[in-house]
Every structure is written in C-alpha cells, then in structure tokens.
C-alpha cells in the first residue's frame, strides 16, 4: 500500500511588441477553440455530415479552429473524436487485445495535451489513477509552475499496488483522500479555469485500451463554475451526502447544457433522468455500466408501453442479476443486450430523440444517488447526438441477445 499525505488546501507597448502578443493570443485561441463572440469496428471514425469537415488524419494532438459550423473529426490510433464550437467528444476504441505493447495511440492522449497546455491551474478528481504518461504530464504541469491538486478515491488509487499516485504523492502534489466505504467516482479535470474534462473515462490503462468509454471537453466559464464548486468541496473534506448540492445550467452556441452532481437527498439526478426520458417522443437509446434503479426502468417501461422505441445494452457483467434492470426491459420485449466486449462496457449514457445526450461518471444505481460522488452532464446537441449515436450502433451491433431462460422470462 502506498503511503498517504495528509489532505492539503492551496488552495506604452511599441507596435511590434502589440502585434507579437496578439498573435499569441489568436494561436492559443485557434487551439482551444476560443471563439471571440469491443472490436475492430470501433476504430472507424464517426460517419460524417453532408458537408465534410476538416479530417485530422493520424494526429490526436492537432485540434482545428472552431467556428466553421461544421463537426471537425479528430482520429487516433485507437479511438476517435470530434469537435464543434466549446465541445470535444471522444470515445474509446478497444480492439479486445491483452497485449500491453499494443496500448499506444489512444484518447487518452487528448487528455495529456490538455494537460500539457495548462499555464495556471489544475484540478483533478480522480476514482481510479495508472496512466504513466498522463502521470508525468501532471508532474511536468507542477514542475512548470502550474497549481495542481487532487481529490482521490483512497481505495482505488493509493491502496492500488498498480496505481502511478505515488509519483504525484512524492512530488508534494496537494491531495485530499475520499475514505469512505463509498466512492468518490467522479473523473474530471479543471484546466486554467477554461476547461472542463468529464465523462465515463477513468484515468487508467484498462478504460483507455480496453473498455468502452466517453469523453466529454467543455469550454466554458458556467461549466467551470460549477465542477469548480463541486471540486472545492471535495478538497476541502466535504464527501457524499455531507456536501452541499448544487446544479448549473446554461446555453452555450445554442446548446442548452445541464450539470448535476450527487449524491443529495432528495434524488435529484435520478428524478432528473427520468424527466428527460418522460420527454421522449420517437427513441430512446441507452448503454450502461451499471443499471439498477427501479426508478429508471420504470420509466423506460412506461415510455415504451406509450409506443416510443426504447434500445439499450448492458455491460454483460451483473446484467443477470436480480437487481438489474435487463431481465425486466428484456421480457417485456424492448430491445436490450449484454455486451460484445470481452473487457468492460463502461459507458453511463441514454439519447434521447436524436437530440439529448446524458453522460458523466453516474451509473443508474442506489449507490450512485445516495452514496457515491458523481456528476451528470444532460446536453441538447443533435451534432452531440449523432456522434453518441454511432457509438450506440456499433455497440448494438457487437452486443448479443440474451438467453431467455438466463432472463427468468414468465
């Protein structure tokens, strides 16, 4: 076990000389975006618009200037992205390999440049932690002057023999440990203040190489506001339902956007889950790592009894279980499968009407609300939607019906 350090709180010009800083302003803007005003099939990029936009053919770390209305794709070895206005949208593309010499060129490579273009700030919260690559990232950002702190679950990163932690413990690095029985399972990162990486991912070898995953980059100061307020929160001590809940949101380029954290009292992630379902007029499409409350099946049941095609697949792992939701949703006749990957599903999403997308760390379970720290991303993007949605095709098509006699089915 690695040893642990106490949690800490950090918390005129000539023409020429004008011109100079303003073309750095413009090329740090381009790069980020600023606007001034499972198998081998899994490695394909997204299916593009009418209009194509700009490919970024073998260069993860290449991203174009926004701004042109179009989805700009972003390829990878293993895996792909794409990008529109303040967002980034990744997924992971595992090829079912076990051979670790082949684990190179992935998304996880979005997050190392994120990292690596930090000037000021860094915060993280982190479930799980092995990246080596992202680690020395983290420790460079610290070498280079940039404030780093961390909020860890204690379980799966110091009491992780194959965790990188230690590295960044050594360095002094402030850290604030979750531990609680329950988790602190938030993946997020908070950069310069400007940047907000979320989504299913966790920052280790296995979700980047081998699980099917998400990503979600939000460039925006409302989104940072509120992770920041969650993070502060966390850093200072505050876990689980002790912390004060709170929930943010705006429209950014004409994309409503909704974040939410957990756990709170009065079940508000999951009451706000299944309004957006209840909202639900043609299809429902969902993937999930963990899907166990009644609350939310119940409302997939009653959508689908209301004639809204309802599609999902599970994470095989527990499906079959009496707490999960797939025995249910399965012999009521809606279309919902285990998964084809041999490693893990990780995916904690529903899309709703080609329109909403709801993702984050925040698995359909008892634990996720009332136990564990999580946060929830509901975001109204058919661009967003589209990209989700082929990721949810290749799943279904992957996926494997399931043994009626398995389900229990009367």
């Known amino acids: 076990m690695a040893s642990k350090k106490p949690a800490t709180q950090e918390s005129s010009l000539t023409n020429i000389v004008i011109g100079i800083v303003g073309a750095i302003i413009v090329m740090v803007a381009a790069f980020f975006g600023i606007n001034f005003s ?139 440990y979750d531990n609680r029985s329950a988790f602190m399972h938030n993946k997020f990162m908070i950069i310069d203040s400007s940047l907000i990486i979320t989504g299913s991912m966790n920052f280790t070898m296995n979700d980047t190489f081998r699980n099917n995953n998400n990503m979600l980059f939000m460039r925006s100061s409302r989104a940072v506001g509120a992770y920041q307020t969650e993070f502060d929160q966390m850093f200072a001590g505050t876990f689980g339902p002790s912390k004060a809940f709170h929930e943010t949101s705006f429209t950014l380029d004409g994309v409503p956007v909704r974040i939410l954290f957990s756990p709170s009292g009065t079940n508000v ?87 909403t997308v709801v993702t984050g760390s925040f698995n359909i379970s008892e634990n996720a609300t009332r136990s564990n720290d999580e946060n929830f991303v509901i975001i109204q993007s058919p661009d967003i939607a589209r990209l989700y949605i082929q990721e949810f095709d290749r799943m279904m098509s992957q996926a494997r019906t399931p043994d009626p006699a398995d389900m229990r089915c009367g």
């Open 38 to 176: 499972t198998d081998d099939a899994g490695t394909q990029l997204p299916t593009q618009p009418a209009t194509q936009p700009t490919q970024i053919a073998s260069n993860p770390t290449a991203i174009p200037q926004a701004g042109t209305g179009n989805i700009q794709a972003i390829t990878f070895g293993q895996g792909y992205g794409a990008r529109k206005d303040f967002w980034q949208v990744y997924f992971t593309a595992p090829t079912g390999s076990s051979d670790r010499s082949t684990y190179v060129g992935a998304v996880d490579q979005a997050v190392v440049d994120a990292v690596n273009s930090a000037t000021r700030t860094l915060d993280i919260a982190a479930f799980e932690w092995n990246i080596p690559q992202l680690t020395n990232a983290v420790l460079a950002a610290k070498n280079r002057g940039v404030v780093v702190r961390m909020v860890v679950d204690n379980e799966h990163t110091v009491e992780d023999d194959g965790s990188t932690i230690q590295t960044l413990i050594d360095a002094d690095i402030p850290m604030t």
């Open 269 to 355: 992630v999951v009451n706000a889950l299944a309004a957006e379902l209840a909202k639900a007029r043609t299809q429902i499409r969902f993937m999930t790592f963990s899907f166990t409350h009644d609350t939310i099946g119940n409302a997939l049941l009653e959508r689908s009894s209301a004639g809204i095609n309802v599609s999902g697949v599970f994470e095989t792992r527990g499906s079959q279980t009496d707490s999960s939701e797939l025995p249910r949703l399965f012999c009521v006749g809606i279309d919902a499968r285990q998964d084809g990957n041999g490693f893990t599903l990780h995916h904690k999403v529903f899309i709703i009407d080609d329109h």
